[in-house]
């Protein structure tokens, strides 16, 4: 099964609101590679966007009764564009077996709300990471494209390979734009994208093709000329090979 532990137990509870989310991320990506049944990297996280918005009583009904039995520490802030929500396990807890660890929340109605009104929900300020996803999600046309291209995987609604990729296009430039400016970047973050992408490459058929429109084309046009410096600065010939062939066949699917 997936490496996010408890995203069995997540699925199960959102079983009556298939339609009210789509997991994206690291949380996503170990849902596609189990199917596959190969693995992905250890990840405790799961990126939620809410689909439903302002409108969505029963997810938001089902999602807060899950978070509560869970016992997670819920943090929350909005732009007066978006809300976001992170739920995050306390240390030490006897859930940690059976809950993802961190469940981060995006929400593109400024006035979603989830908690009732007896919880206590610390205040949180918008890091580079919210920063850039948030960015992703008040896009019309990524939002539209996460909407619209949702797919069912083992009882989870996902985007799949051929449409996570692009999303990790625009992650990767977002982070390596930050760090460029001078703002602190991970540099386990700044790699993480790219490197998923270049395994997510290994699901899609070669005759896959996604036509992007505007931005997104843009994005991936940005990602390609970064992916193709890091390329050539390859020393190793086999893996400079390998990489351009995957470049090379990601140019011919989104371009």
């Known amino acids: 099964m997936p490496k996010v532990r ?15 989310y789509v997991l994206i991320g690291g949380g996503a990506c170990s849902v596609l590679f189990d199917s596959e049944g190969d693995s992905f990297r250890a990840t405790e996280d799961l990126d939620v966007v809410v689909i439903v918005d302002g409108e969505g009583v029963e997810f938001a009904t089902a999602l807060w ?15 007066g564009k978006c809300t976001y929500y992170r739920f995050c396990l ?3 807890s006897r859930r940690a077996l059976d809950y993802p660890g961190q469940i981060e ?3 593109r109605h400024p006035d979603f709300v989830l ?10 300020s918008f890091d580079g990471a919210i920063s850039s996803l948030s960015a992703i999600i008040l896009d019309d046309g990524y939002y539209e494209f996460i909407r619209d291209n949702a797919t069912n995987v083992e009882g989870i609604t996902v985007l799949d390979a051929l449409h996570i990729i692009p999303l990790k296009m625009r992650a990767h430039i977002d982070i390596n734009r930050s760090y460029e400016e001078g703002r602190h970047c991970n540099d386990k973050d700044r790699r993480k994208h790219r490197s998923d992408i270049v395994r997510l490459a290994g699901l899609l ?5 996604l036509e992007l429109i505007e931005q997104m084309r843009a994005d991936a046009g940005d990602f390609f000329a970064d992916f193709s410096s890091y390329v050539n600065r390859q020393t190793d010939r086999k893996e400079r090979a390998r990489l351009q062939d995957t470049l090379s066949f990601l140019e011919k699917v989104y371009l």
Do not use: H, N, Q, T
């Open 6 to 20: 408890g995203i069995e137990r997540f699925a199960d509870a959102m079983s009556s609101c298939k339609g009210g």
């Open 65 to 79: 009764a899950f978070i509560k039995a869970a016992g997670y520490e819920v943090g929350k802030v909005g732009d």
């Open 90 to 92: 306390p240390k030490g």
């Open 105 to 107: 929340l995006f929400a």
């Open 115 to 124: 908690e009732d009104e007896m919880s206590e929900v610390a205040p949180l």
């Open 205 to 209: 058929p070669p005759s896959a093709r």
